[in-house]
């Protein structure tokens, strides 16, 4: 059971880039999440999903995007990279709201 | 405004040592979720918890609503015990806050 699979863990991007963090989980969860983490900082919600099809906004949508076409995916967009995306970004898939947090192992994303 | 604050920032123990890290909030909440973040970075969700008192292994959560305020004791604490303990609190709707976490050190 492989759980909340993320993709890449590492990646250098250099300012104005683009690219797509990769988040998959094959627990048939609703809710999946996408937060980034800052030295010193508490995780913060960037977007969230309550099912395919759906998604929100969090405390820190700016600069993003995401999509959720199939249950399973919900790939995180950083479009025009600046050097303030520089963070450690998790994703995690929940049952229910709230309940019982699954969180993948994590990307380190440098912007320079 | 939704606050968690985590005390204390740092934490270092002998193995053994019974060990508190505290956690408050600012307003009513709906849940609150103890997490564990291993020093390869990995997460792992260790309890959630709306009332009372919850006990796994030698991890022990507890809420108290009316003070605004979750305790995480850890007894008999070993060197794998070493992690940052993270609180996260859920103010209804799909949001939960994160505290800053408590770095632990465990040492033999």
């Known amino acids: 059971n492989a759980g909340v699979t993320q993709t890449p863990k590492f990646r250098i991007l250099k300012i104005g880039q683009s690219m797509t963090l990769q988040c998959t989980q094959d627990m048939n969860h609703n809710y999946m999440y996408w937060y980034r983490q800052d030295p010193g900082m508490g995780l913060k919600l960037i977007y969230y999903?309550?099912?395919?099809?759906?998604?929100d906004k969090g405390e820190v949508p700016n600069g993003y995007n995401v999509s959720r076409s199939t249950t399973e995916d919900f790939p995180l967009r950083l479009e025009l990279a600046a050097p303030s995306q520089t963070s450690v970004y998790f994703c995690?898939?929940?049952?229910?709201?709230?309940?019982?947090?699954?969180f993948g192992s994590g990307t380190r994303l440098t912007v320079v | 405004k939704n606050e968690v604050e985590q005390s204390p920032q740092n934490l270092t123990a002998q193995e053994g040592e019974f060990i508190t890290i505290n956690c408050s909030y600012s307003v009513g909440i709906s849940a609150l979720h103890w997490l564990q973040q291993h020093p390869g970075g990995g997460i792992v969700s260790l309890f959630m918890?709306?009332?009372g008192k919850k006990k796994h292994g030698r991890l022990i959560a507890t809420i108290n609503i009316q003070e605004k305020h979750s305790s995480l004791h850890i007894t008999a604490s070993h060197p794998r015990d070493s992690a940052v303990y993270i609180c996260a609190a859920g103010f209804g709707g799909n949001q939960f806050y994160f505290g800053t976490g408590t770095s632990l050190t465990v040492i033999p």
């Open positions: 995690a898939s929940s049952e229910r709201q709230g309940y019982g947090y699954t």
């Open positions: 999903s309550v099912g395919a099809g759906i998604t």
């Open positions: 918890l709306s009332s």
